[in-house]
């Protein structure tokens, strides 16, 4: 089982960006599905978080702004980043909970990360 992110990139202010995170295995369920940020020096932070059935929460650094949404069919995650702000630069993890085929039981799963550098 993996999670493979893409979508990061250079932008200005108040461009938009998204982020695209696939999750890929003999997988038997995809529970919450998450992206975190963590930016030189800082810690990891929870940026937004959305439930099978598709609850969401948000940072409220991010609220409004961000939106997280999810394609159970294609075991993916999306983080659709608009109205982006220097402060936002940080490498974006996804992160989701999973049980693999034959385990039942779930596991946390990081992906590699993606770098998003918002110039001012």
């Known amino acids: 089982v993996q999670l493979q992110a893409s979508g990061g990139g250079l932008v200005q202010a108040g461009g938009s960006l998204r982020l695209s995170c696939a999750a890929s295995?003999?997988?038997?369920?995809?529970?919450?599905m998450a992206w975190y940020r963590q930016a030189p020096g800082k810690e990891r932070e929870l940026v937004a978080s959305?439930?099978?059935?598709?609850?969401?929460n948000y940072a409220e650094s991010v609220e409004g702004r961000f939106t997280i949404s999810r394609d159970n069919a294609k075991n993916t995650v999306y983080l659709e980043m608009n109205n982006l702000k220097p402060e936002d630069t940080a490498v974006y993890l996804c992160?989701?909970?999973?049980?693999?085929?034959?385990?039942?039981?779930?596991?946390?799963?990081w992906g590699q990360g993606t770098l998003v550098t918002v110039s001012s």
């Open positions: 295995g003999s997988i038997l369920s995809v529970n919450l």
């Open positions: 959305v439930s099978k059935g598709g609850t969401t």
């Open positions: 992160n989701a909970q999973i049980v693999p085929a034959r385990t039942f039981r779930s596991y946390p799963y």
